[in-house]
């Protein structure tokens, strides 16, 4: 499978967990329950998501980057390659 593919799948399928997590705790909630009272661990929790997201996407563009600077010296060796081998065709009749 694409490495793009798996990837989007894993983004789906975090996002679905995220929606029913949040969908069920909102169910579930007492009529009485006052969200302004919940302590700051809840933006704490949600500030090193963000970090950790952050990282994993920096890893994954830097991944992506030196795959394809790893394609893009291999392209320019072939083109050499094939400049050397059409410039030595020349010579003959």
């Known amino acids: 499978m694409s490495d793009w593919l798996v990837l989007v799948l894993a983004m789906l399928g975090a996002c679905a967990v995220v929606v029913v997590i949040t969908l069920v705790r ?5 009529e009485d329950e006052d969200p302004n009272e919940t302590p700051d661990v809840i933006e ?3 500030m090193w998501i963000g970090v950790v997201y952050a990282i994993v996407l920096g890893l994954a563009i830097a991944g992506v980057w030196e795959a394809r600077s790893a394609a893009q010296d291999h392209v320019q060796a072939e083109a050499q390659a094939l400049h050397e081998i059409s410039e030595r065709v020349r010579v003959y009749p």
Do not use: I, L
Not at 26 to 30: C, I, L
């Open 44 to 46: 704490y929790m949600t």
């Open 26 to 30: 909102h169910k579930r909630a007492p």
